[in-house]
């Protein structure tokens, strides 16, 4: 992909994305739903979750897999929990469907789950986790993929790169948030090393014989590894029984059954806790966001970063000059749209 | 400390440990708790959290910081939450006296969470999740300790070791739990070193102007570093504003500020979040149940290991042969246990 970049209006993004899902035959709700975050992320630089992935969408309902229309069914019968049955569509029109009965339940309890089911997922978290800290609560979302992550002193894949994503609402500016995989690289990190014949570092992965390799053709074929050793392996275990079991939806070895190569985004589940400082703090709600402050800022006063400054130094930088898209991809974007259309 | 072994009956241990919290001053309801969680992690071989710990007890009482018999109050007023304020007492009897309230509140409404307040803090996190398991819940709990970890790109120390715990009730078997820090290693593996003048592994740690060391006394000095490099920097964050300004508590920062230097276990808040699966799963209990024992046996099938399995084996073990005490801190206890009597 050519890195000549151009920029364009925000609205024109949107509308490019929206006009390209609807015409792949996604309804009006689940089109809205994902422009706004692909849009969102290509804003943000974040070019990996951005409109690139509208590619993506369109051969995922092409394959006849994701029910391009499904309409998401809330069961908010459980006091904490609200379940969202996706009903096989796409995640993110589930998510704002189930929103404001999270954040209902959050604040009147204090703690609040949301489970969303049977949804082919492929966009980051951290949109969603932006929009329940514009609520004013804290939040934390997991969810898994697909089987390629071995676990710590194993050689056979087990794990998705199951991403966890928190957010931690700051009065007086962007939320703090972060969002990574539990895997040590992307998935897609490997198979650009594999396309262009380059080595990987040792600890991404390991060869189907289980020892470490920095070949990324043998590391395809064999298993990825999870970051920070044991403890990353756990954290994988974790996310797995959160965004799996827990919620009665797949988990990454299953989900990449029911996928029986297609190779279309993955179909499983999402879990996703908010909980509501007003309940915890009550009257020491500003001191304690001010000691929240402190630590911010004990960490920005030495040079180092918050997990998505440069996401929001980005942002910044485009609100102005418009959504940054590779030409390369514009265009693609473009002859898709006009093949579908 | 020798490393000779003696065997010793749990109800011994217990009464040694119990005898000797007693005769430090603390209450009857303190003392049980804390002897149930140091012979628990004795009796797993978890050194570290066992009965050596009763010596940090004792001296911590000595100096004036905890109050012996500080009487928790329970504030359950919100419908999710369990507020207990621990009164400047030991953190342990405070989870004893709130956790019926939290069992409850997570059966009756899926999730909830309990945050101590106003505890001193020196024990392992998995006997509590442990608990919280054998009532069927899946749990989670986090706590700051003392500022000696830096941020990821940083070089001065904001976080603690921050440890974090989960739990998963299995119902044949002990639980999935793990427990661990988000500390690269244990302050007290690189004390270790130091005193046995040995180097301690790169990665560790770093000296006062940021860069890696492997001088054990440059690393006191400097600041210890998290795992997994930005991505266990950002959990760790995490862990300082969920155990500490959501529930109106102290960070590590405030934590070492409020010790003075007295260099007694940190006085800090702790969250634990547990979470019902019958009330996410209902009727489905059964089949995502199995669901998580299939991918623990993808786990264990392959020769990896669950986070505690060499915990369980050491307690089959212990049970019938009785509970591993090394000669030297037998003979200390006791001493200490005499000349408090």
């Known amino acids: 992909m050519s890195q000549d970049l151009e920029y364009i209006p925000l609205e024109d993004a949107k509308c490019l994305a929206t006009d390209i899902l609807l015409a792949a035959g996604l309804s009006e709700g689940h089109a809205e739903a994902i422009a706004k975050s692909v849009v969102s992320a290509q804003r943000d630089e974040c ?30 019968s459980a006091p904490g929990i609200v379940k969202v049955d996706a009903k096989f569509g796409f995640s993110l029109l589930a998510f704002r469907e189930g929103l404001p009965d999270l954040i209902g339940k959050a604040n009147r309890f204090g703690i609040a789950a949301m489970a969303i089911n049977h949804c082919y997922h492929f966009s980051a978290l951290w949109p969603e986790i932006e929009e329940i800290t514009e609520a004013g609560l804290v939040a934390l979302a997991m969810t898994p993929s697909h089987s390629w992550v071995a676990p710590a002193g194993g050689k056979k894949p087990v794990f998705g790169t199951n991403p966890i994503a928190f957010g931690w609402p700051r009065p007086a500016s962007n939320p703090f948030v972060f969002d990574f995989a539990t895997s040590a690289a992307a998935r897609g990190e490997i198979e650009l090393h594999r396309r262009a014949g380059k080595p990987i570092p040792l600890g991404w992965a390991i060869d189907s014989d289980g020892n470490d390799t920095a070949d990324a053709t043998k590391a395809m074929e064999g298993a990825m590894l999870t970051f920070g050793g044991h403890k990353g392996s756990a954290l994988s ?53 001010r000691r929240a402050e402190d630590m911010f800022a004990a960490i920005t006063s030495q040079g180092a970063r918050l997990p998505s400054q440069r996401r929001y130094e980005a942002r910044a930088r485009n609100e102005s000059r418009g ?14 749209l006009a093949s579908l259309a």
Do not use: Y
């Open 237 to 289: 275990a974790m996310i797995e029984l959160m965004a799996g079991p827990l919620i009665a939806d797949m988990t990454s070895a299953e989900s990449m059954a029911f996928d029986e190569g297609a190779g279309v985004a993955p179909c499983h589940g999402e879990i996703i806790i908010a909980l509501d400082p007003k309940v915890f703090l009550g009257s020491g709600m500003e001191q304690n966001m």
């Open 323 to 336: 959504i940054p898209v590779q030409t390369s991809l514009l265009e693609e974007l473009k002859s898709t």
């Open 47 to 76: 070019f990996s979750h951005g409109l690139w992935r509208l590619l993506g969408c369109v051969a995922t309902v092409s394959k006849g897999k994701v029910d391009p229309k499904a309409v998401p069914a809330i069961d908010a």
